[in-house]
């Protein structure tokens, strides 16, 4: 079954970029989209962006100048890379996956902390 | 797009929760369950359809202006946070609720 696991640094000053990353196993991510969400401890969710396995992305206009997405030849690894982190980026950081012409998101990985 | 859920609900157990999702014209409602520390989980998809592993206990219907959540015979376990979410079609991206707490007394 595919599993997702984000990897990143917990801890991080204001200015500085964030990079995590989302490894996925258990199954090919042909036809499935990557999507990162975060969830502050007011505990909304908010949708970053998301990634094709082909490397189309779409970003949340609201982040869209500081986020990048990208996936590595295998497709097994996708990336969020955040700049300019601010105390505000503070969340607990989900990737998720999309199959193509759905719009539900299962599974999830477990999540990662990162701190402004 | 904007969905609107109840803060909490508080159900006794053996008793039957229901969760509300309000919206306009909304369709393919999707619901998550996020307990303490976990990530969030599908339970529902496409308003009324469980994933392999969701207990019956588990269902859903939708008006089109409000889709429900309903859990009949509440355990302790149940006990969790449970988002709804849709697509918007024109933005092309997700859009959840704010979320709904489930206290089981």
């Known amino acids: 079954q595919v599993q997702l696991q984000e990897s990143g640094p917990g801890l991080l000053r204001p200015s500085e970029t964030l990079s995590l990353t989302c490894d996925v196993s258990?199954?090919?991510?042909?036809?499935?989209?990557l999507t990162w969400f975060r969830q502050s401890p007011g505990r909304e969710l908010q949708w970053i962006g998301y990634?094709?396995?082909?490397?189309?992305?779409k970003y949340n206009a609201s982040l869209k100048s500081r986020v990048s997405m990208s996936v590595d030849s295998s497709q097994t690894k996708f990336s969020l890379r955040l700049t300019s982190l601010t105390v505000a980026d503070t969340a607990v950081y989900y990737c998720?996956?999309?199959?193509?012409?759905?719009?539900?998101?299962?599974?999830w990985g477990r999540g990662t902390l990162v701190t402004v | 797009f904007v969905l609107s859920q109840p803060p909490s609900v508080s159900v006794a157990p053996g008793r039957t929760a229901r969760i509300t999702c309000g919206g306009s014209?909304?369709?393919?409602v999707h619901w998550y369950r996020q307990g303490p520390g976990q990530a969030p989980l599908l339970v529902l998809y496409?308003?009324?359809h469980r994933p392999s592993g969701i207990p019956e206990r588990f269902s859903g219907s939708n008006s089109g202006n409000a889709a429900t959540l309903t859990i009949a015979t509440v355990e302790a376990g149940d006990e969790a946070d449970y988002y709804c979410?849709?697509?918007?079609?024109?933005?092309?991206?997700?859009?959840f609720g704010g979320g709904t707490k489930l206290t089981v007394l």
């Open positions: 998720a996956r999309r199959r193509l012409g759905e719009s539900k998101f299962d599974p």
């Open positions: 258990g199954a090919s991510m042909r036809l499935y989209y």
């Open positions: 990634i094709y396995f082909s490397g189309y992305n």
């Open positions: 014209d909304i369709e393919n």
């Open positions: 496409d308003d009324i």
């Open positions: 979410q849709v697509w918007d079609p024109k933005n092309d991206h997700p859009v």
